[in-house]
């Protein structure tokens, strides 16, 4: 038995997520157009409210934006970046932004790819006291990230599965890989 199938038998988090990447990769090829679903029947909106003929409906809205093939089908920070959206910087003039261009990398020691966390995307959307210091704490070393906690909406999964890409696309975080050992250089025999 592989690996990976006994350590997913022995944690239920786990082979949620191999479940879910297992979904996301089936599915990624057929997906082809972007599809949503009308307000009226997202299972979100109450179909006999009258508000919702001055909503705008997610096709209009979206279709215009930059694609991605995960999530809501948008690729966001391309559309930030090529200026089709500018979201708020503040609500109040008094607050400070503060652009960071520091990746913080993770998962060194782990056997997945090492996890490159950008603040630069991060930071063109959100002020840092959304995460700092009570999902993460500001000092190296001082955070405990979990794949479990993550999956159930705390830490990363606070907005990933939510409102930001999905936790299917592993490889949008997990996209470091590990440095190779060095090979070692044969000695030559002693005499």
């Not at 057929?30 to 096709?59: I, K, T």
């Not at 440095?179 to 005499?191: E, N, V």
Request: contains cysteine; hydrophobic residues 35%; aromatic residues 4%.
């Amino acid at each position: 038995m592989p690996a990976s199938t006994s350590r997913a038998r022995r944690s239920p988090a786990l082979a949620l997520v191999l479940a879910l990447a297992l979904a996301a990769s089936a599915g990624a090829g057929a997906q082809g157009a972007r599809r949503w679903n009308p307000l009226a029947g997202d299972d979100v909106h109450d179909p006999a409210s009258p508000a919702l003929g001055v909503l705008q409906e997610p096709r209009e809205a979206l279709s215009r934006l930059p694609p991605d093939t995960a999530g809501n089908q948008v690729d966001w920070i391309r559309a930030l970046e090529a200026g089709h959206i500018e979201p708020r910087t503040r609500l109040f003039p008094e607050t400070r932004i503060e652009l960071r261009d520091t990746d913080v990398l993770l998962n060194l020691a782990g056997s997945t790819p090492i996890v490159r966390f950008p603040h630069r995307q991060h930071t063109q959307w959100l002020d840092c006291a959304n995460c700092h210091e009570h999902l993460f704490k500001s000092q190296p070393g001082a955070n405990r990230y979990s794949m479990e906690r993550i999956l159930q909406g705390e830490q990363c999964g606070v907005c990933h599965g939510a409102v930001a890409f999905p936790l299917t696309e592993c490889d949008r975080c997990h996209s470091v890989p590990h440095p190779r050992p060095a090979l070692a250089t044969p000695r030559a025999p002693p005499r």
